[in-house]
């Protein structure tokens, strides 16, 4: 796909893997839409795209550890647009952000289930009339390798927790959205699919980890960039790739009645069940 004149929205573009995408896209040609909480590195950030001779993207600064900051920015780029190519579920913390223990967002939920999935959940849902008004169009999530099964009785994990189990639990989560949401949109010309981008990247939730990272934020960008913009993916749609290759997640990733249940699930704790049930 040629993303000149394309509008693309990245969450969590202020640092990390979603910058150097961001700033990929905007030498592309591409209108990007950034999104993160901090103005500074924004600013930072749009000041270098300037430089590179790209227009200036757009900001948006919306906090998703809360369900409506997710919706503040949805309706943000529903005002401010009539259309949008591409949307990078891309905005996550690790298992080691703010420390590993458990903590809940600003709705109650288990904060790296809430910010890595619900909110990337409420803003595709809240985005698709855009991206079906730009049809053809995409949606990647940015999930990971690292993945744990969902205990439906116990999705929020109040007991044994860990960061490590939440963070996966909450990547396993965005790739069995990914194939619900295919399976929704054939036919509409919209295509969804998720990625682990690459393992252990120098970015700052590998950092705050103390791990030593193993791959590039380039490496990991290039498997984002793919799934934006591949013309060999034009056509895929529900999958999980490994880098740039197509891989098998979790088994219950392929659970229909567990996807279900987390549809439903999703809708009820977004508030989207009346809009979908
Ligand atoms: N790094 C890896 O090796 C690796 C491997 C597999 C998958 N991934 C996935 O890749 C994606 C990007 O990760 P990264 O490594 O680039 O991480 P990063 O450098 O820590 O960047 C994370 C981005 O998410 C934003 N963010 C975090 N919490 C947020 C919140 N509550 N509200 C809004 N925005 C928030 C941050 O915004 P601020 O600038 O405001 O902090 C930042 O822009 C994540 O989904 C991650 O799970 C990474």
Not at 72 to 94: H, K, P
Not at 133 to 141: E, Q
Request: charged share 20%; aromatic share 6%.
């Amino acid at each position: 796909m040629n993303m000149a004149g394309k509008t693309v929205l990245i969450t969590g573009s202020t640092d990390g893997v979603g910058r150097y995408v961001a700033k990929r896209l905007a030498a592309e040609g591409a209108q990007i839409l950034i999104h993160g909480r901090d103005t500074a590195r924004a600013k930072t950030l749009i000041g270098e795209i300037v430089r590179d001779g790209a227009p200036a993207p757009a900001f948006y600064q919306a906090d998703l550890s809360s369900l409506a900051g997710a919706r503040q920015l949805a309706d943000a780029v529903l005002a401010g647009y009539d259309r949008l190519d591409v949307f990078v579920s891309n905005a996550g913390i690790g298992s080691m952000n703010g420390g590993p223990e458990r903590r809940t967002s600003a709705d109650g939920h288990e904060l790296r289930f809430a910010v890595n999935y619900l909110s990337g959940f409420l803003l595709a849902r809240l985005l698709l009339p855009l991206l079906k008004a730009a049809a053809p169009a995409r949606i990647v999530n940015v999930a990971s390798l690292g993945q744990h099964p969902i205990d439906f009785d116990d999705v929020m994990i109040t007991k044994n927790y860990s960061g490590s189990r939440a963070y996966a639990q909450s990547k396993l989560a965005q790739i069995m959205f990914t194939i619900d949401l295919a399976e929704e949109l054939k036919g509409t010309g919209v295509t969804v699919n998720s990625l682990h981008p690459a393992t252990y990247m120098n970015t700052t939730m590998v950092r705050a980890g103390g791990i030593t990272p193993l791959s590039t934020v380039e490496q990991g960008g290039e498997a984002i960039l793919h799934l934006v913009s591949g013309d060999d993916v034009a056509d895929k749609s529900g999958l999980f790739f490994n880098g740039m290759s197509e891989a098998r997640a979790n088994p219950q990733a392929y659970d229909a009645l567990a996807r279900q249940r987390l549809r439903k699930l999703s809708l009820e704790l977004t508030g989207l069940s009346v809009a979908y049930g």
